[in-house]
């Protein structure tokens, strides 16, 4: 998020003083996030490059003072084997495209159900379907709502809980890393293009990449984050988890960002994640393992505007953008005008970390804008099919935005 709606924003150039961020020691998975290609070797280009030798990173054990959990940072060799080396685009498979025995056994395609958590659990355990009220036919428009069994974000510090119901805890799939997706924003509403910016994300990690996506997660900013057309935090959270519990089977809400009593920065979040997931939770098991963990890589989902904010002058620090774009990563989805790769090419920090950055072109331009939104609604315009009808439902019921109004730049210009 931009660093200046903070109300205690001071310049970089001005060295105020700032809460450090966590030693890269800590983060486990920061391997890059786009293989390493023939020009980026310093060997001469005929001389054979020494697979044994190429390794991401050195291992590292980590302990936490006030966790037992110990997770360990894989060495990744790079096989010599022509054998080992695939270039093949997942698909999913159907009853249409039989394996051939060669498939079975290089891939040994069938993925681990295990890993995937279960799909209604409480405090208690899990229930069957059978125990579920019956649904009736006035109740279909509801069907967006949280589902049952699935706890509600809280509303304080003191209550909250790091959700984890959808997050994988195995690898499905052999020879892949693990990958958390982060989006953080002011989210005042949710609409379908920051839900459809996930989905695009998965997308190209999955043909891309040799990462699996285990979870994605929603991070809305706190209530100091000085924004006009702000709802207040606890409302945004809610309509978050309207927007995505019942429309995704993959996507959480997490309100730990939007509970703080300051406004917290972007490497700050991100360093929470790694916290949660790695360090308390010591990671996910790999493929078909119930003891041996591994670290799971966390990555920034943002829109090609937050990225163009990365170069203004002295907005984000350049440590911070050290500790986002080299320690975790950034995925950054185009929007229409902007061009984010001629924009990497000429900032010197983001082209240092070109390689854990992975830029997704929209095939399908979606230019819905949050702003927009809340300029239709004090102008009574339907708001239909640009956002879920759950969040409609309880913006309806809870009055927002209506008797708002902002400055004529930010709705000529929305960045949201």
Known sequence: MDPTQDPNFRPPST????????????????????????????????QPIDHTSVSSEPPVSVNNNHSNAKFSIETVTRSSSPSSIKHKIPKSRTELQPFSSSEEEEDSATPDQSAYP????????????????????????DLEEVPHGIQRQSKSLEEYKFPTHRLRTRLSEPNKYPLVIVACGSFSPITYLHLRMFEMALDAV?????????????????????????APSHHRVRMCELGCERTSSWLMVDAWESLQ????????????FNEEINIKRGG?????????????????????????????????????????????????VERTGSDVRSFLLSHDIMYEHRKNILVIKQLIYNDISSTKVRLFLRRNMSVQYLLPNSVIRYIQEHKLYVNDSEPVKQVMEPKD
Not at 318 to 329: K, S
């Open 261 to 272: 009593p300051k406004y917290t920065r972007t490497a700050l979040v991100l360093d929470h």
């Open 118 to 141: 279960p799909l209604e659990e409480t405090r208690t355990g899990s229930f069957s379907s059978t125990n579920l009220p019956r649904v009736h036919s006035f109740q279909i428009a």
């Open 15 to 46: 060295h105020p003083p700032v809460e450090p961020t966590v030693s890269s020691t800590l983060i486990p998975n920061r391997r890059p996030i786009q293989p390493y290609v023939l020009a980026d070797y310093l060997e001469p280009i005929d």
């Open 206 to 230: 999955r043909e891309y990449t040799r990462f699996e996506v285990i979870g994605g997660y929603y991070s809305p900013v706190s209530d100091n984050y000085k924004k006009p057309g702000l």
């Open 284 to 332: 996910v098991y790999k493929y078909k393992s119930s003891t041996e963990k591994t670290g799971v890589k966390i990555m920034l989902l943002a829109g090609g505007d937050l990225i163009e904010s990365m170069g203004e002058p002295n907005v984000w620090a350049d440590q911070d953008l050290h500790h986002i774009l080299g320690n975790y990563g950034c995925l950054i």
